[in-house]
């Protein structure tokens, strides 16, 4: 696999991973609710949602790392080719990083207060 399509495969997994961590806490309250066991409330159900948004944005900020990894490395010679690859994509995954640490933020608080907030 070129180097190319690596990295817009690991870009396309860092977006997916975003997706997923922004829609599991409206999910679990309006499609998945049907799974809820009978004794729990609907807050505790979204509350567990936060867990996911929180490894899920976590998540990105590993696969993002691991996509830039190989393209330059310290104390080698650079290959220009790699270089300018990586002055592409690294923004676009700085971006995500920053989008998951705020996502990572907003799960652990529905996490630990989402029973409250409904």
Do not use: H, Q
């Given at each position: 696999?070129?180097?190319?399509?690596?990295?817009?495969?690991?870009?396309?997994?860092?977006?997916?991973?975003?997706?997923?961590?922004?829609?599991?806490?409206?999910a679990?309250?309006?499609?998945?609710?049907?799974?809820?066991?009978?004794?729990?409330?609907?807050?505790?159900?979204?509350?567990?949602?936060?867990?996911?948004?929180?490894?899920?944005?976590?998540?990105?900020?590993?696969?993002?790392?691991?996509?830039?990894?190989?393209?330059?490395?310290?104390g080698?010679?650079?290959?220009?080719?790699?270089?300018?690859?990586?002055?592409?994509?690294?923004?676009?995954?700085?971006?995500?990083?920053?989008?998951?640490?705020?996502m990572?933020?907003?799960?652990?608080?529905?996490?630990?207060?989402?029973?409250?907030?409904?």
């Open positions: 696999m070129s180097d190319v399509a690596r990295i817009r495969l690991y870009f396309g997994i860092c977006l997916t991973l975003l997706i997923i961590a922004a829609i599991a806490p409206l679990s309250v309006w499609w998945f609710d049907v799974f809820k066991p009978a004794d729990e409330s609907l807050g505790d159900w979204f509350s567990r949602s936060g867990a996911i948004t929180t490894i899920f944005s976590l998540l990105v900020t590993s696969v993002s790392s691991e996509a830039l990894r190989g393209l330059v490395i310290p080698t010679m650079p290959d220009l080719d790699k270089i300018g690859l990586y002055n592409e994509f690294e923004p676009r995954f700085s971006w995500c990083e920053k989008l998951a640490l705020v990572t933020i907003l799960g652990t608080f529905v996490w630990g207060y989402g029973s409250m907030m409904l």
